[in-house]
C-alpha cells in the first residue's frame, strides 16, 4: 500500500466529446508509497518521471502530462496518492473495488452498497478521468469504474481550490492507462468462495502517434449487495456484471494531443432477504394469500451506465488548454417481487425507473504569466435530463387493490466558471486565490460567487504548513424524488408518512482547513489535518422505500468538523502505513422532502440537532507489504490491510441517537510472481496471488434497519478466501 506526494433500466449508449483540462496528476507518479501531501505545482512538476531517453512518443507524452498537471494545482488541498504499484499491493490487487482502495485514506468511512463517506459527508465526491469530472450517476451499489483501468489515482480533501465545483466532499482524480506506457496486454481468471468468477482483460499499443488502450471484464459473484443478516452466506445476492472501458489517443504534434475515454457498465442483483418482517398490515394475511414469506422475497435491480469523454489537450506559448466535451446515461431500474410480497409487507409494490442524461463541456487554461504568478480560468457546463416513471399497486381505504402509474420527466442544467491566481511572494510560500461563480436550474434556481484561498509555506527543512478557507456551492441530486404525486397516493396504503414536499436546494458552506506535512526520516513521512464546516441547506440522502434507489434532503443548518493523522514509511521491499481520524457531523432542522419522514421525527429535528445518520467517530486504516526476493525474478510480496470504524449511526429513543457497534475488519494477500516462466518471447510475467477478505471471519454490523434514511440493516463480508492467476502477454 502507499501514499504518494500530490495531491438503469434499459440500455442506452452515451457518447462523448471531450476536451479537458487534467486535475493535478499524483505529484509522485513513479513512487511507491502512500503520502498525504499539498504540493505546489512546482512540486508537481519535480515528482514527474522526464522521459528524454525514451523514444520521441514517449517524451512528447511525458511533456504533454507535465502540462496536464499544471492545468490543476492542488495548491493547500490534502492529497491521498496511490501509485501503480500501490494499487496492485492492496489485497485483491486490480479486482478490488474502487471504494476498497479508498477506504486505506485517511477520514474516509465505509457504508452500505460500497458507499463511502470523507470527511462526514454523505457522497459529494466527485470522480474525475485525466482531469475531466464525470456528471453524478444514478449508480447506487454498481462498480462503473475499474481499479485495473487506472494508471494511479488521488483522493484530494480539504479546502479545494476554486477549479474544482459541484460535489466537493473529495475529488477522486484517475490517471487512466494508455497504450504508449502500457503496451501489451494481460488475461486473468481471479475467483472463489461465493460462486466468485471474475475473468477479466487488458491490452495497449502504440502505432505511430496513436496509442490506445482497453480493458473489460465479467463479475458472477453471490456477494453483490451487503448481507441483510450476520449469516455467512446471504439469502437471495446473485449478482451478475460486467464493464468495458477504452482508452484511444492521437499525438497530432508536440504541442497537441486528442483523446477519447469511453465505458460501459451493466449489472442486475437479487436484492438480499430479511427473514421475519411482519407484514404492513394485519389484514394483509387474508388479503394476501399467496403472498412469500419475508425471507422468501424475489426483488431484482439493474443499473446501467454509458460514458464518453473526448477531449483536446493544446500548448500555445505561455498559455496551456484542455477542452473536452462528455455525456453520461445513467439508468436504474427496480422489480419487485413478482407474488405481491412488496405489498404484504411495505404496503406498496412498484416497478420503478430513473434515468438520467448528462452532456456537458469543460474547458481549463493556464497563462504563465511570470515566474511568480500562474493564471488560471475555465468553466464546466452540464445538460442534463431525468426521467422517473413507476408503476405501483396499493390497497384502497376498502382494501381494494388499486394501480396507480406516476412519471415525470425534468430538463436543466449545471454551470460553473473560476479564474484563480498562484503567485509566490517569497520563494517557499505559495498562494493560491481565487473565485468560482456557479449555477443550477434543475428542482431549483440558484448561484453563488464563490471566494478561495490556500497557503502552503515550507517553513523549514521537510517542513511544509497549509491553510485555506473555501466557500462551497452543491447543486442537490437532480435524480431527487419530487413530491408532485403524493396526492395520488392519498389514502392508500403507500401514503406518505408525512406532509410537506419542499424542494431540494443547493447546499452552501463555508470551509476551513488547515494542517501540516513533515518528513522524519528518508522514505518517512507524518501528517496532520483540521477541518471545519458551516452548511446552510446541507444535504444528506437517503433509503426510502424498496428499491435501492437514494433520495436527497435537507438540513436547513449542518457542521462538521474533525482532524485526520497520517504517517507513511517507504524503504526498498518494505512499505507501512497508517492512519486516524475523529469527525463529528450533525444537522437540524429538515426542511425538503419531508413526506419521507415522520412527522414525529421531524418535529424533534426541527428543534434539535442530532448525527447525521453517517456519522462516524472514529475511523482508521492501516497497511503494510513485504517483497521478498524483490531483486529477483521470482518476487514473492505479503501484505496487510486494517479497517476500523467506531460505527455509523441507528435510532434509540431519538432519531439517529444510537451507535451500531464498532468494528476492524483485517484482510492479507499473497503473490508471487514469475518472469519468463514458461520461456517464450510472447510470454512475459505469471502472477499467482491469494487473498483473504476479513481474515478472522469477524461478523460485523454496518447498518441496523434504524436511523434517517436507513431502508434496511446490512452486514460486512464474512471471510472469503479468492485466488487467481494472471499471465502478461
Not at 511507491?32 to 519535480?46: G, I, S
Not at 394475511?285 to 477531449?311: M, R, V, Y
Amino acid at each position: 500500500m502507499m501514499r504518494l506526494r500530490f495531491s438503469t433500466r434499459s440500455h442506452s449508449p452515451a457518447m462523448l466529446l471531450a476536451m479537458t483540462i487534467l486535475t493535478p496528476i499524483a505529484s509522485a507518479m513513479g513512487q511507491d508509497v502512500m503520502t498525504t501531501a499539498t504540493p505546489t505545482t512546482t512540486e508537481q512538476e519535480e515528482g514527474l518521471t522526464h522521459l528524454s531517453s525514451a523514444p520521441e512518443t514517449m517524451t512528447v507524452t511525458a511533456r504533454l502530462d507535465r502540462a496536464r498537471v499544471q492545468l490543476q494545482p492542488s495548491t493547500g488541498a490534502t492529497v491521498h496518492a496511490f501509485s501503480r504499484k500501490a494499487l496492485e499491493t492492496i489485497p485483491g490487487g486490480d479486482n478490488a473495488g474502487l471504494n476498497s482502495v479508498l477506504l486505506q485514506a485517511p477520514g474516509v468511512a465505509q457504508d452500505s452498497y460500497g458507499q463511502i463517506h470523507v470527511r462526514g459527508d454523505h457522497n459529494e465526491v466527485q470522480f474525475r478521468l485525466d482531469g475531466v469530472q464525470l456528471p453524478e450517476g444514478m449508480n447506487v451499489f454498481g462498480q462503473t469504474l475499474m481499479t485495473r483501468f487506472a494508471d494511479n489515482l488521488s483522493l484530494s480533501t480539504g479546502a479545494l481550490p476554486v477549479q474544482y465545483g459541484f460535489l466537493q466532499a473529495a475529488v477522486v482524480d484517475i490517471t487512466t492507462k494508455n497504450g504508449t506506457t502500457n503496451q501489451g496486454g494481460n488475461v486473468s481468471i481471479y475467483g472463489g468462495a461465493r460462486d466468485y468468477f471474475f475473468p477479466s482483460v487488458q491490452y495497449g499499443g502504440q502505432h505511430g502517434k496513436w496509442d490506445y488502450f482497453f480493458t473489460a471484464d465479467y463479475v458472477h459473484d453471490r456477494v453483490g449487495i451487503e448481507n441483510t443478516t450476520a449469516s455467512f452466506n446471504a439469502p437471495h445476492d446473485l449478482s451478475n456484471q460486467y464493464h468495458f472501458l477504452g482508452h484511444l489517443r492521437y499525438t497530432v504534434d508536440e504541442n497537441t494531443r486528442l483523446s477519447l475515454i469511453a465505458g460501459v457498465s451493466n449489472a442486475e442483483y437479487q436484492l438480499p432477504n430479511n427473514g421475519g418482517q411482519p407484514m404492513f398490515d394485519q389484514n394483509y394475511t387474508a388479503l394476501l394469500p399467496n403472498a412469500p414469506a419475508s425471507g422468501d422475497l424475489n426483488e431484482h435491480q439493474k443499473e446501467i451506465t454509458d460514458f464518453a469523454i473526448l477531449s483536446l489537450q493544446k500548448e500555445i506559448g505561455a498559455f496551456s488548454l484542455q477542452t473536452s466535451v462528455f455525456s453520461r446515461y445513467s439508468s436504474l431500474g427496480y422489480s419487485p417481487d413478482p407474488n405481491m410480497g412488496d405489498l404484504a409487507y411495505m404496503g406498496i409494490s412498484q416497478h420503478a425507473e430513473r434515468s438520467v442524461m448528462s452532456t456537458g463541456t469543460q474547458s481549463d487554461v493556464t497563462w504563465r504569466v511570470r515566474p511568480d504568478h500562474t493564471i488560471r480560468f475555465g468553466f464546466q457546463v452540464f445538460a442534463e435530463r431525468n426521467i422517473t416513471k413507476a408503476d405501483a399497486t396499493v390497497f384502497d381505504a376498502n382494501d381494494q387493490q388499486v394501480s396507480i402509474h406516476t412519471g415525470n420527466g425534468r430538463t436543466g442544467d449545471i454551470y460553473g466558471l473560476y479564474v484563480q491566481d498562484e503567485w509566490r511572494p517569497l520563494r517557499n510560500v505559495t498562494v493560491n486565490y481565487g473565485l468560482r461563480f456557479d449555477g443550477v436550474g434543475e428542482y431549483t434556481n440558484e448561484h453563488q460567487l464563490s471566494p478561495r484561498i490556500n497557503v502552503v509555506w515550507r517553513a523549514w527543512k521537510g517542513g511544509v504548513l497549509h491553510a485555506g478557507y473555501s466557500r462551497y456551492f452543491t447543486p442537490p441530486p437532480f435524480e431527487v424524488v419530487g413530491g408532485s404525486d403524493l396526492q395520488q397516493f392519498t389514502n392508500t396504503s403507500g401514503a406518505a408518512a408525512s406532509n410537506g414536499s419542499s424542494t431540494v436546494k443547493a447546499e452552501r458552506d463555508h470551509y476551513f482547513d488547515a494542517g501540516f506535512e513533515q518528513t522524519i526520516l528518508p522514505g518517512w513521512r507524518v501528517s496532520f489535518d483540521a477541518y471545519y464546516k458551516i452548511a446552510h441547506n446541507l444535504i444528506d440522502e437517503g433509503q426510502f422505500g424498496a428499491p435501492i434507489i437514494l433520495s436527497g434532503f435537507n438540513y436547513r443548518r449542518g457542521q462538521v468538523n474533525g482532524y485526520e493523522f497520517s504517517t507513511a514509511y517507504d524503504r526498498g521491499p518494505f512499505s507501512l502505513y497508517g492512519n486516524f481520524a475523529w469527525s463529528r457531523a450533525i444537522g437540524k432542522d429538515i426542511t425538503s422532502a419531508q413526506f419521507n419522514f415522520a412527522s414525529d421525527d421531524l418535529a424533534y429535528i426541527s428543534q434539535r440537532w442530532i448525527h447525521l445518520d453517517h456519522d462516524q467517530r472514529w475511523t482508521a486504516s492501516a497497511g503494510g507489504a513485504y517483497t521478498f526476493f524483490h531483486r529477483t525474478g521470482h518476487p514473492t510480496r505479503l501484505s496487510a490491510t486494517m479497517v476500523y470504524g467506531s460505527g455509523l449511526r441507528q435510532d434509540s429513543d431519538i432519531p439517529n441517537g444510537g451507535v451500531i457497534p464498532q468494528y476492524a475488519t483485517f484482510n492479507m494477500s499473497v503473490v508471487q510472481s514469475f518472469r519468463d516462466l514458461f520461456h517464450s518471447c510472447f510470454l512475459r510475467t505469471t502472477q499467482l496471488r491469494l487473498d483473504v477478505t476479513n481474515l478472522f471471519d469477524h461478523p460485523y454490523m454496518l447498518r441496523s434497519g434504524t436511523g434517517i434514511g436507513v431502508g434496511a440493516p446490512q452486514y460486512g463480508l464474512r471471510r472469503t478466501i479468492l485466488t487467481g492467476i494472471s499471465q502478461s502477454f
